[in-house]
């Protein structure tokens, strides 16, 4: 069974870091495509990060450009959103989602497979 478990969100105050994890198993393939997206009530969710499981490239909305960095452990099957500097825009409810094709975000249905969120505050 194909499961995504998301964890590490907590409240913070502006200027702090967090690290989510996204536990991933039931994969048959070493390396997935993995994004980050993030939702607000009212909002749309939007994508944050994501790395791409051909080879690894990595992509950011500019929101996160030069504060946020994606990883992934294949040993742990868990990749990693690394996020600095964070301020009280990036609060929301943070997920990450499995797609079997790239980064394309514009499509959220091409992510096929969703963990259930993680709360990110982010205090002034």
């Known amino acids: 069974d194909v499961q995504l478990q998301a964890s590490g969100g907590g409240l913070v105050q502006a200027g702090g870091s967090l690290r989510l994890s996204c536990a991933t198993s039931g994969f048959t393939r070493d390396a997935i495509t993995l994004g980050w997206f993030r939702q607000v009530p009212g909002k749309e969710r939007e994508g944050v990060s994501c790395?791409?499981?051909?080879?690894?490239?990595?992509y950011y909305a500019d929101s996160g450009k030069s504060r946020f960095t994606i990883s992934r452990d294949n040993t742990k099957n868990t990749v990693y959103l690394q996020m600095n500097s964070l301020q009280p825009e990036d609060t929301a409810v943070y997920y990450c989602?499995?797609?079997?094709?790239?980064?394309?975000?514009?499509?959220?249905?091409?992510?096929?497979?969703w963990g259930q969120g993680t709360q990110v505050t982010v205090s002034s």
């Open positions: 790395i791409r499981g051909t080879d690894g490239s990595t």
């Open positions: 989602a499995v797609s079997p094709f790239g980064c394309d975000w514009s499509d959220l249905s091409l992510f096929g497979r």
